[in-house]
């Protein structure tokens, strides 16, 4: 729990991260939120200096922490149809208190830009932690952490499905904290659980947009000194014909913990760096 010095260095941070950095997107998809009052918090801070009307909305997980996802969108530019969490016996076997690591329950939003219809699916996969390191004792590395993170990803990949098989042409995204890698690592080839969610045989494929970055710039996350991909964006054909940028904005992973103490600066917001995808919609 932080102190409340501690959580008022935090949101002045994200706040001017919100604006600095990420330059006022219409949606927001945010992991580890404690709950929708402290996120709208934050979104009224950023109103308050920028104009704009975020809204929030998060719900309670089975994570034992109480930390949920969550959306900020700024009201003015983009309407909230409808916003839910996951639910259903898969998804209490892959993220519920059933599950192996009770953790935190995917986060659906509908909304509406310029008449068009969004479905975006907000994430935060179990973590990689207890899994053997890069290079230790064990080759290939144990991944203790992975079969849940295929059933988590299973699940999503499922309910993707159940839109596109409907309305192959449909705007949908699949995004946040994944924990894991855009490629298969040893001994898995393609049953991973990025793979999952790209799809397969059958399935409306997504497109994970961190690909489209320059190798140099396709890290989110700095473990043990490796730079590396956690988080992704996956987008369905539809919604890639409409793209007309992405990014991996470099605030956070690479710059010292200490500078997460410092208001002043939106640097080390997080320990993440932030996906931005931009879109022409109508």
Known sequence: ?????????????????????????EIIVAQETENTAILQELGDRVNAAAGTDYMAVSFETSDGRGIEVGFLYDADRVALLDAYQMAGPDVEAAFGHSSASPGREPLVGVFEANGE?????????????GDDPLFGMNWPPIRATEAQRKMQAQVVRDFVNTILGTDPNALVMVTGDLNDFQFGEPGEGD?????????????????NLINQEKDAERWTYVYDGNSQVLDH??????????????????FNAGFPSDLGADPTTPLRASDHDALEGRFKIK
Not at 1 to 25: G, N
Not at 117 to 129: A, C, P, V
């Open 1 to 25: 729990t932080p102190t409340p010095e501690e959580l008022e260095t935090q949101l002045t941070k994200l706040a001017l991260a919100i604006e600095v950095e990420l330059e006022l997107p």
């Open 117 to 129: 219809e969004i479905t975006i699916i907000g994430n935060h996969f179990k973590s990689k932690g």
């Open 191 to 207: 049953n991973h659980p990025i793979a999952i969610l790209e799809g397969g045989s059958g399935e409306v494929a997504l497109t």
């Open 233 to 250: 964006m996956l987008v369905s054909p539809a919604l890639f014909d409409l793209m007309v940028g992405t990014d991996v904005l470099h």
